[in-house]
């Protein structure tokens, strides 16, 4: 039962051009949403969030928007750069709780 | 100002053997979260611990695993006769308090491989 969805496992994306990342989710009692970005043999590391009452949050060449009655969001990165290879996992929250639920992860590769 | 600590950072152990990981939580929290990432796939919560409390342990297997959080020392994730299912990185991550969920900071896994 897998409640949070990344269908596309991996994405390769030219450097300086948009990456777009998406996620699905099937449990309406989430209400909040995060992105996390992971590098091999490290921990994932925070990158954004959004909450259900909004339907898009900008920090710098992230965006993420989110589409509650079609239960999808999705991220956004432009410029890409080098940097920006890794694997990004989607994650959900439901209200006052703590544990995280993730996607399946997107590797994203951008050629310089 | 140091992040979660996790060790070892890998850990090797024969079918039947016990594995003990341990998770630092950053100084001042005093909530620890457990996951588990399979090969090709996300993290799964395991359990959800404050200072000597067990808040929420919906994610662990019925046997062979259990976790504590003692009021002196590193978090505890304790498996015992493994088995090459449990073969995952296990990712520890860390709170201040209750509350959002981007406070939780991840440590940096520790990668069990059951031969």
């Known amino acids: 039962d897998q409640q949070v969805k990344q269908n596309s496992p991996s994405l390769s994306v030219q450097e300086g051009r948009i990456s777009i990342l998406n996620c699905d989710y099937t449990?309406?009692?989430?209400?909040?949403f995060l992105w996390y970005k992971k590098y091999p043999a490290e921990g994932p590391t925070f990158l954004i969030s959004i909450s259900s009452i909004k339907d898009k949050n900008e920090d710098g060449r992230f965006t993420v928007f989110l589409n509650k009655s079609a239960k999808h969001l999705s991220l956004h990165i432009v410029p890409s750069q080098p940097g920006d290879s890794a694997v990004y996992f989607c994650a959900a929250l439901r209200a006052a709780g703590n544990k995280l639920t993730f996607g399946g992860g997107t590797r994203v590769l951008v050629k310089p | 100002n140091a992040g979660v600590m996790q060790n070892p950072r890998h850990l090797v152990r024969r079918r039947g053997q016990e594995a003990r990981l341990r998770c630092s939580p950053m100084?001042?929290?005093?909530?620890v979260y457990w996951y588990r990432q399979l090969p090709e796939e996300g993290l799964k919560f395991m359990v959800y611990?404050?200072?000597?409390?067990?808040?929420?342990e919906s994610g662990m297997p019925k046997e062979r695993f259990s976790a504590e959080f003692p009021k002196e020392g590193p978090s505890i994730l304790r498996i015992q006769q493994v088995v090459r299912g449990d073969s995952a990185a296990y990712f520890c991550?860390?709170?201040?308090?209750?509350?959002?969920?981007?406070?939780?900071?991840f440590g940096p896994g520790t990668r069990l491989l059951v031969l």
């Open positions: 449990n309406s009692m989430f209400d909040y």
């Open positions: 611990l404050q200072k000597e409390n067990i808040i929420d």
């Open positions: 100084k001042g929290h005093s909530h």
């Open positions: 991550a860390s709170s201040p308090s209750q509350g959002e969920a981007e406070t939780q900071y």
